[in-house]
């Protein structure tokens, strides 16, 4: 892979950067920028002949987290017969598994995954068709390892040891299905992923992709109460998609450079129940009232947009992998140490009445430190209102979910 004096490599899809306390946290993107005179040899251990230049303004990173990235670095002395060159080589330390991982958005997903410097072993898990992908990731000079695993016999192994589980298994949407549509089969699977998630890794990050997220959220959290090994803290229902789609759309809208660009996302995952807080988007811009109800209803039908548009060949595959790969990239950086991370993401919460709900949130070592309040003061009439309509379809949701788990609980 040749590169000039200036090749930019998109390590992370992005980690999300607070500034200090008493302000609102805003989600920074994040990146590399290596500039080298000789071409890279390899992406693995992202070998470069000089150093590593953070620049916020063309890349993805920002200054607040260029210690961060170079502390996951070390320098690995070189023997004669190698190149004349100095080598970076990441400490990658963490075990990420990813459940579906041969279906449209786990091989997308589990890609992603591979290129993290912070990933020293990737588990790809399916019913069938998984020893492929496995073998395909396995090809790219990236630090982690690549072990695949099929079948419910081989479950327990996928997940030994691991800190991060991710979970897009199930069925996608069909044209004329909505998410509820999903439930009788997602429900079920996630119920079975997620009772092995408490037998082998009951401390993992265990982060809910499957749709219905705003039910299959609260039957994890269910299936994990029932196994004496709930924490709050560390279930997440992915809604990243929700702020990358509310976040593209606005700076297209406004015109403005993407990287900048930061609108908090809150309630749910599906329909009405996703609230863009468009008055709380950074930096500070204005909406007329036909904007902002413009671009709140494409924000919630933009999963349906897609759909139609592959016209009964799948749904948002690619879009949902890239940011589901930026939420594990912020959990492993939470897990490593960085004191700065912040996304929104559906949890355990007092925000509300409800008991789920989106927000954004700061992640640290053991999960959600804490939920961003401030994001639900001040809001807009528009926003007020928006907020207490969704709240009895998240409602419903989240009982639903709850309901089967207990049902099944109960049948068991």
Excluded: W
Excluded at 5 to 14: D, E, G, H, L, N
Aim: net charge neutral; proline share 5%.
């Amino acid at each position: 892979m040749a590169a000039t004096s200036a090749t930019t490599f998109s390590i992370t899809p992005t980690i999300a950067f607070g500034p200090k306390a008493g302000q609102l946290p805003q989600s920074k993107p994040s990146g590399v920028r290596f500039n080298s005179k000789k071409s890279l040899v390899s992406f693995s251990g992202l070998k470069a002949v000089t150093s590593v230049i953070c620049e916020s303004d063309t890349s993805f990173l920002n200054k607040e987290s260029c210690s961060a990235l170079r502390s996951t670095f070390a320098r690995k002395a070189q023997s004669s017969e190698q190149r004349p060159q100095n080598a970076l080589q990441p400490q990658a330390s963490f075990k990420v598994a990813v459940l579906g991982a041969a279906g449209g958005i786990g091989q997308p997903l589990a890609l992603l995954i591979k290129m993290s410097p912070l990933v020293s072993a990737l588990h790809l898990y399916d019913v069938m068709n998984v020893k492929g992908v496995a073998a395909d990731l396995s090809h790219c000079n990236t630090p982690s390892q690549v072990l695949d695993f099929t079948g419910p016999e081989e479950l327990a192994s996928a997940l030994k040891g691991v800190n991060v589980v991710v979970i897009p298994a199930g069925v996608p949407r069909k044209p004329g299905m909505t998410r509820d549509d999903l439930f009788n089969i997602n429900a079920n699977i996630v119920k079975t992923l997620v009772e092995a998630v408490a037998d082998n890794c009951p401390d993992a990050f265990v982060h809910i992709i499957s749709n219905p997220v705003n039910s299959t959220v609260p039957i994890a959290a269910e299936v994990l109460k029932q196994k004496g090994v709930y924490d709050p803290k560390k279930l997440f229902g992915v809604t990243t998609l929700d702020v990358v789609r509310a976040n593209t759309f606005v700076a297209q809208k406004k015109n403005l450079k993407l990287i900048d660009v930061d609108v908090p996302v809150v309630g749910g995952h599906a329909g009405i129940t996703i609230l863009p807080l468009l008055s709380k988007t950074m930096p500070s811009v204005s909406f007329t009232d036909e904007e902002v109800g413009d671009l709140t209803v494409r924000i919630q039908n933009a999963g349906t947009e897609v759909v139609e548009a592959k016209a009964g060949a799948g749904s948002a595959t690619l879009s949902m992998a890239y940011a589901a790969a930026r939420f594990v990239e912020s959990s492993l950086r939470a897990l490593d140490g960085d004191g700065d991370v912040y996304e929104c993401v559906f949890v355990e919460s007092n925000l509300t009445e409800l008991p789920f709900f989106a927000s954004r949130v700061k992640l640290g070592r053991n999960g959600v430190e804490s939920l961003i309040s401030s994001d639900l003061q001040g809001l807009t009439e528009y926003e007020q209102k928006a907020l207490e309509a969704l709240k009895p379809e998240l409602k419903a949701s989240i009982e639903k979910g709850v309901a089967f788990a207990q049902k099944q609980a109960v049948a068991a």
